[in-house]
């Protein structure tokens, strides 16, 4: 009788220890697979909606509150005027170009006035390091009422180990229009908290800046950590029933 309870005493912190780490490690499993069904679903979304017509462009109504991550690479219109004067260029290697220019250089983005008085920061295209000066390109540079139609993005800021965004230098790493705005001056309450990338343009005069080049890739590794935190579990499983047939047995 006393060795039963001396066996039993035994048993019950690396039961509820291991019972603990069970139950963690199948809900982080679980928590992966829901994200799986999330993330498949939303890249099934995006590859949907690509070619899909264009809607207008979320207004100065609809920013509050505007999910982005829903949002994003949408197609979207709408009209106004650019300003080319305050041209944004941010630092860019095109590595697997869609169209003939790759390399290093520059993504152009130009605030872009509407009609109706917001302003909405464009991603015209490439252009390679040689044609950073606008009047390299002076063909492409469209002045008047134009129509923009795009892929709605979300900002992004530089990453950690990218170097400092130059205002001075107009060399940028960070796609944000409300840096932009704060450095130009423009009202933060009149410019959208989204990008337009542009679709690409055959017609455009001398074929620069060269849009059509937004990147759609989304990292998946759902599955992996589902099947590692699972992979886990078992193995914890394993090793508590190997534990607990050898106290039985001693």
């Known amino acids: 009788m006393a060795a039963t ?10 039961t509820v220890v291991a019972a603990a780490a069970f139950a ?10 829901e994200r799986l069904a999330w993330k498949e679903a939303l890249i099934a979304r995006v590859e949907a909606g690509l070619d899909a017509d264009p809607v207008a462009a979320p207004t100065p109504a609809e920013w509050v509150g505007l999910d982005l991550v829903t949002h994003e ?3 979207v219109t709408v009209r106004g005027i650019y300003d080319h004067a ?3 260029r941010v630092v860019h290697t095109l590595v697997e170009p869609k169209g003939p220019l790759g390399g290093i250089g520059y993504l152009v983005l130009t605030p872009f006035r509407t009609d109706a008085g ?12 040689d044609h950073a000066d606008p009047a390299s390109r002076a063909a492409g540079q469209i002045e008047g009422e134009a129509a923009v139609t795009g892929l709605l993005r979300a900002p992004s800021r530089r990453s950690w180990f990218t170097p400092a965004d130059d205002a001075a230098a107009n060399a940028w790493f960070s796609r944000d229009p409300a840096l932009f705005a704060a450095e130009q001056g423009l009202p933060p309450a009149e410019v959208a908290p989204y990008l337009i990338d ?9 074929g620069m800046p060269q849009g059509g080049e937004t990147i759609v890739a989304f990292t998946n590794n759902h599955l992996q950590y589902a099947l590692t935190w699972f992979g886990l579990a078992a193995a914890l499983a394993a090793v508590y029933a190997a534990f607990a047939w050898k106290r039985i047995r001693g």
Request: aromatic residues 18%; positive net charge.
């Open 5 to 14: 309870r001396k066996t039993s005493r035994g048993f019950v912190l690396p």
């Open 24 to 33: 963690v490690l199948c809900a982080l499993g679980i928590w992966q697979v």
């Open 73 to 75: 690479y949408q197609p």
């Open 86 to 88: 305050r041209e944004i």
């Open 118 to 129: 917001w302003w909405v920061y464009v991603n015209r295209g490439f252009v390679r390091r």
């Open 198 to 206: 542009l679709r690409f343009d055959p017609d455009l005069p001398g």
